[in-house]
């Protein structure tokens, strides 16, 4: 019987083995967390615990079981709750005004000019310091913005809802998922579109999904998987076939509408990333709470910070420096030096889609690549796509909270 021998990473001893005739059967293999003895030792204790073995496959079968739905479309004010007052959400974890990305800073203050609060971006900025405009994270209304977006009170929305625990989400209503509030000369022009959002889109949407019942947003997303584009297209899939279930509605209740629904539409095939992105907001929101889960719900970067949050620790978000994406592949006539870091709250799409469980991140020495857009840094415009990574210091502190060092579980004490 021939002599067989296997390595594990050890280039010098194949050599010596094949100079001496014997062909190594070389193995492939990385230590744990790359060989750090702390994350070994976090490793360990989040793998031992039983309690989040358990609470994760509660967490997966809950997710496993959502079935979100396209239900309606209005106005901020009247939909979603909190916003009846002068404020502002951004995407994004918590932070101050002067921690947003210069990008979010600027869509802030245009919402404020768009609500009637303020002449220009100058005041804006200065009522929102002044603390006279509230700024609050999208995730503690449940709402999800993507890019660099923003929701004000009069701005339109998406509405999606859990048919099977009734968890709500919502996502403003864009002809462009990274145009956001177009800043200078344009601003006129910015107030004329989200107008027509809000009078015309919004409630065309409403009568139409009346007419014909709620959308089945899990059906869609699964065909626009099917279709076989890459992640960055799907949404371009997804947002047909949104508008071609919507159209017999609007056909016979809001016919003066679908011109301005087919505008968005068209405008450059991203209209269903928001809807997509509260509905799977949506779904996560049943995993929320499942007992010590390791699974990360919450994805979502401010153009300073990128934060995640996992189902076991729920209203808790750990942040990290955020990323520039990898791979940018970006439009004509940007840089990639113009690129904002991770902004927007798409994250959670790839949480749904993925069940990203923290201790497979940090086991692995990096986190799972995500398909991201590219905000510009100067004015938070739509300039491309790329790919972009969890920093393990979030996954880190997120499992050292979840299995805190002395803690055994019941079944292993």
């Known amino acids: 019987m021939p002599l067989a021998i296997a390595t594990i990473e050890a280039p010098l001893v194949d050599v010596g083995l094949r100079e001496q005739g014997i062909e190594p059967l070389v193995i ?12 070994v030792s976090l490793l360990t204790r989040a793998y031992a615990d039983d309690d989040v073995e358990a609470g994760n496959r509660q967490a997966l079968a809950l997710l496993d079981a959502a079935r979100p739905h396209l239900v309606g479309a209005g106005l901020a004010a009247d939909l979603v709750p909190g916003m009846d007052a002068r404020v502002i959400l951004h995407a994004g974890p918590p932070c101050d005004w002067d921690h947003l990305g210069p990008a979010m800073r600027g ?58 625990t009734g968890a709500e989400a919502w996502a403003p209503i864009s002809d462009g998922a990274g145009d956001g509030l177009p800043a200078g000369s344009r601003t006129r022009d910015m107030i004329a579109r989200q107008r027509m959002l809000s009078d015309r889109v919004a409630p065309g949407v409403a009568a ?49 509408a679908v011109p301005a629904v087919a505008l968005i539409a068209g405008a450059d095939g991203r209209m269903a990333l928001p809807v997509l992105a509260a ?40 942040t990290a420096p955020a990323p520039i994406a990898e791979d940018a592949d970006v439009a004509d006539g940007s840089a990639p030096p113009d690129a904002a870091p991770w902004t927007g709250d798409q994250g959670v799409i790839a949480c749904a ?61």
């Open 28 to 39: 492939e293999w990385t230590p744990p967390a790359r060989g750090d003895l702390g994350d």
């Open 107 to 164: 869509q802030v203050a245009r919402a404020a000019m768009l609500e009637g609060w303020a002449p220009d971006q100058g005041e804006a900025a200065a009522l929102i310091s002044q603390g006279a405009i509230t700024l609050a994270p999208t995730d503690a209304h449940g709402v999800v913005a993507t890019m660099c977006g923003v929701l004000s009170p009069s701005m339109a929305v998406w509405a999606v809802r859990d048919e099977q």
């Open 208 to 256: 139409a999904l009346g007419s014909t019942g709620p959308i089945d947003l899990t059906g869609v997303a699964r065909r626009a998987a099917d279709a076989g584009d890459s992640p960055s297209c799907r949404p371009q899939v997804a947002g047909m076939m949104i508008l071609h279930a919507l159209l017999p509605g609007l056909a016979s209740r809001a016919l003066d």
């Open 279 to 318: 509905a799977a907001r949506a779904s996560l929101q049943s995993a929320l709470g499942a007992p010590r889960s390791s699974l990360v719900i919450g994805m979502s970067g401010n153009g300073t910070d990128v934060a995640i949050t996992l189902a076991g620790i729920p209203g808790t978000w750990f």
């Open 353 to 413: 889609e993925m069940a990203i469980d923290a201790r497979l991140c940090l086991d692995a020495g990096e986190a799972p690549g995500i398909a991201m857009g590219i905000a510009s840094r100067t004015d938070g415009a739509w300039i491309g796509e790329g790919v972009a990574r969890i920093p393990l210091p979030a996954v880190r502190d997120a499992l050292d909270a979840l299995v805190p060092d002395g803690r055994m579980s019941p079944a292993s004490a």
